[in-house]
């Protein structure tokens, strides 16, 4: 579909209403030739779709809500941010392009990632990062990135470890090590799971560094991983998945979801999650389409309440749209989050336990009934719908007991209540369809490079900042390992 500019193509004289209402102005990229230009987002049919124009690619549009009611109300979501202790480069030709972070950033890292290597031992037709031939980062290098996160965040709260496929990184662990030698508070490793579900030995020296496990696990039929992982994995999925419960690594199921492929197993995926003992959480991220992708059409792509929808329908009346809130510390469309107690067969999503919507909603600042304990209640919510809460941490739980309030007791001491909270987190990462400028200053997920910067994680998939800094590591270590040769002649 091309909108015309001005609603129809006016053969009448008769002015006419546009079709559309327009809703404000922002910045994007063209999705060709990645040139910085204007984009209008407009609602139309209670969709919300993002208009652009390139002086040399023409017109493209891309649905980015399927449902303005939601979309609008998220606004209300939007936290301050809080402003790193320090910048690593300079504002020179504006947002997206002097990343990062430059002190026009609007928000800290509250989750760093360190892309380890860009091998890996999978080839999906779905794969953001584009795995393949690339770089492995030396362990010296990643010490580097860890004291730069150190430096400006001060007190770093989660780093993950990803790639390419960090598993097959040989000094994975010692990367781990360094990062909690630096007292980062939570590490996680992101991982396809062929490794776990194969190599013992690997198995035992990753249990032994317990790091919350981001495990890329995209449904249960094995149709939808030969879709999106080009081979059936799924027995090797769950063969991984119960050598992690065994090994006693908390675990957080992660799914893309696409359009005719999966959005129909989003609510078998919470209640699978919801019925392994291991399992702390699920992640639910419409495709990213940059990297590589199967076909699709910008205008139907999957968004976040889509994903919402999925989820009530599916779970026969255990969900409901109030249980999920969109998250204050990153731009509030793009993420939302739900938690829920978990004791038996008795789960309780917390938005019914306490009004979550109304310590969180920033702008319109409904009145608080204000009990005694509401400062205390607000920043525990504030820690749970937050980019850094980790699922299966003490932390995490520690705050949904606060969240709760003394007057219900959960009953469980923390090192027990944290495997009976169970986080929903629904993420629209940015494509260079969907980039939206207003969403990535305010970004609190950071790549770090090992330059010292820090590359919002959507401007650096989109903008062209992974190209970069893959094609220059990867010339770096090839001349490294010439001139390691040549001394060896
Ligand atoms: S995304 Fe943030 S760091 Fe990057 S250019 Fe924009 S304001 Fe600066
Ligand atoms: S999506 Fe993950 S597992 Fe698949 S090729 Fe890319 S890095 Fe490897
Ligand atoms: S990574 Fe992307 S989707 Fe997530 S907070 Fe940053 S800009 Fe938003």
């Given at each position: 579909?091309?909108?015309?500019?001005?609603?129809?193509?006016?053969?009448?004289?008769?002015?006419?209403?546009?079709?559309?209402?327009?809703?404000?102005?922002?910045?994007?990229?063209?999705?060709?030739?990645?040139?910085?230009?204007?984009?209008?987002?407009?609602?139309?049919?209670?969709?919300?779709?993002?208009?652009?124009?390139?002086?040399?690619?023409?017109?493209?549009?891309?649905?980015?809500?399927?449902?303005?009611?939601?979309?609008?109300?998220?606004?209300?979501?939007?936290?301050?941010?809080?402003?790193?202790?320090?910048?690593?480069?300079?504002?020179?030709?504006?947002?997206?392009?002097?990343?990062?972070?430059?002190?026009?950033?609007?928000?800290?890292?509250?989750?760093?990632?360190?892309?380890?290597?860009?091998?890996?031992?999978?080839?999906?037709?779905?794969?953001?990062?584009?795995?393949?031939?690339?770089?492995?980062?030396?362990?010296?290098?990643?010490?580097?990135?860890?004291?730069?996160?150190?430096?400006?965040?001060?007190?770093?709260?989660?780093?993950?470890?990803?790639?390419?496929?960090?598993?097959?990184?040989?000094?994975?662990?010692?990367?781990?090590?360094?990062?909690?030698?630096?007292?980062?508070?939570?590490?996680?490793?992101?991982?396809?799971?062929?490794?776990?579900?194969?190599?013992?030995?690997?198995?035992?020296?990753?249990?032994?560094?317990?790091?919350?496990?981001?495990?890329?696990?995209?449904?249960?039929?094995?149709?939808?991983?030969?879709?999106?992982?080009?081979?059936?994995?799924?027995?090797?999925?769950?063969?991984?998945?119960?050598?992690?419960?065994?090994?006693?690594?908390?675990?957080?199921?992660?799914?893309?979801v696409e359009r005719g492929v999966n959005l129909d197993e989003v609510g078998a995926l919470v209640e699978f999650g919801l019925e392994c003992p291991g399992v702390r959480g699920v992640v639910l991220?419409?495709?990213?389409?940059?990297?590589?992708?199967?076909?699709?059409?910008?205008?139907?792509?999957?968004?976040?309440?889509?994903?919402?929808?999925?989820?009530?329908?599916?779970?026969?009346?255990?969900?409901?749209?109030?249980?999920?809130?969109?998250?204050?510390?990153?731009?509030?469309?793009?993420?939302?989050?739900?938690?829920?107690?978990?004791?038996?067969?008795?789960?309780?999503?917390?938005?019914?336990?306490?009004?979550?919507?109304?310590?969180?909603?920033?702008?319109?600042?409904?009145?608080?009934?204000?009990?005694?304990?509401?400062?205390?209640?607000?920043?525990?919510?504030?820690?749970?719908?937050?980019?850094?809460?980790?699922?299966?941490?003490?932390?995490?739980?520690?705050?949904?007991?606060?969240?709760?309030?003394?007057?219900?007791?959960?009953?469980?001491?923390?090192?027990?209540?944290?495997?009976?909270?169970?986080?929903?987190?629904?993420?629209?990462?940015?494509?260079?369809?969907?980039?939206?400028?207003?969403?990535?200053?305010?970004?609190?997920?950071?790549?770090?490079?090992?330059?010292?910067?820090?590359?919002?994680?959507?401007?650096?998939?989109?903008?062209?900042?992974?190209?970069?800094?893959?094609?220059?590591?990867?010339?770096?270590?090839?001349?490294?390992?010439?001139?390691?040769?040549?001394?060896?002649?």
């Amino acid at each position: 579909m091309q909108r015309t500019p001005h609603g129809s193509s006016g053969q009448s004289r008769a002015k006419q209403d546009a079709d559309y209402i327009f809703h404000e102005l922002t910045r994007s990229i063209c999705p060709e030739c990645k040139r910085v230009i204007d984009a209008q987002v407009i609602i139309q049919d209670n969709r919300v779709y993002m208009r652009k124009r390139c002086p040399e690619h023409g017109w493209t549009e891309a649905l980015i809500s399927s449902d303005a009611q939601m979309y609008v109300d998220s606004v209300k979501f939007n936290k301050p941010g809080t402003i790193p202790l320090e910048f690593s480069t300079q504002v020179d030709e504006g947002c997206p392009l002097d990343c990062g972070l430059c002190p026009e950033h609007k928000q800290h890292l509250c989750l760093a990632l360190i892309e380890v290597n860009t091998g890996c031992n999978l080839n999906c037709p779905v794969c953001f990062a584009n795995a393949g031939l690339g770089y492995s980062l030396t362990l010296d290098q990643v010490e580097e990135m860890l004291d730069r996160f150190v430096e400006i965040e001060g007190d770093p709260e989660v780093v993950q470890f990803s790639g390419g496929e960090p598993t097959i990184h040989p000094q994975l662990l010692d990367m781990v090590q360094a990062a909690r030698d630096r007292g980062i508070r939570q590490v996680m490793v992101n991982t396809n799971g062929v490794r776990i579900a194969r190599d013992d030995r690997f198995l035992e020296d990753l249990a032994r560094m317990e790091p919350v496990v981001y495990f890329q696990f995209d449904g249960l039929r094995p149709e939808t991983y030969r879709t999106l992982r080009g081979e059936d994995l799924l027995d090797i999925k769950l063969k991984a998945l119960e050598r992690m419960e065994k090994a006693g690594l908390d675990v957080v199921l992660v799914a893309a979801v696409e359009r005719g492929v999966n959005l129909d197993e989003v609510g078998a995926l919470v209640e699978f999650g919801l019925e392994c003992p291991g399992v702390r959480g699920v992640v639910l991220q419409p495709v990213t389409h940059v990297g590589r992708h199967i076909a699709f059409d910008p205008l139907e792509r999957v968004t976040i309440p889509d994903v919402i929808h999925g989820i009530v329908d599916q779970t026969l009346g255990r969900f409901v749209l109030e249980d999920f809130v969109p998250v204050p510390c990153c731009f509030p469309t793009c993420q939302v989050n739900s938690y829920v107690f978990v004791d038996g067969d008795n789960v309780v999503p917390l938005p019914r336990m306490l009004d979550v919507e109304q310590y969180l909603d920033y702008i319109t600042n409904r009145a608080l009934p204000k009990p005694p304990n509401a400062a205390d209640v607000q920043k525990a919510l504030e820690g749970l719908w937050s980019a850094s809460a980790v699922a299966g941490t003490e932390s995490t739980a520690g705050q949904f007991q606060c969240a709760c309030g003394p007057g219900m007791d959960l009953g469980y001491e923390l090192s027990h209540l944290k495997d009976h909270v169970f986080q929903i987190a629904i993420k629209d990462f940015l494509d260079a369809y969907t980039f939206n400028v207003k969403q990535v200053m305010k970004c609190c997920v950071g790549v770090l490079v090992p330059d010292g910067r820090a590359i919002p994680f959507c401007a650096y998939n989109s903008v062209g900042y992974r190209e970069q800094v893959r094609r220059q590591l990867a010339v770096e270590q090839a001349t490294a390992r010439r001139t390691a040769g040549s001394r060896e002649v």
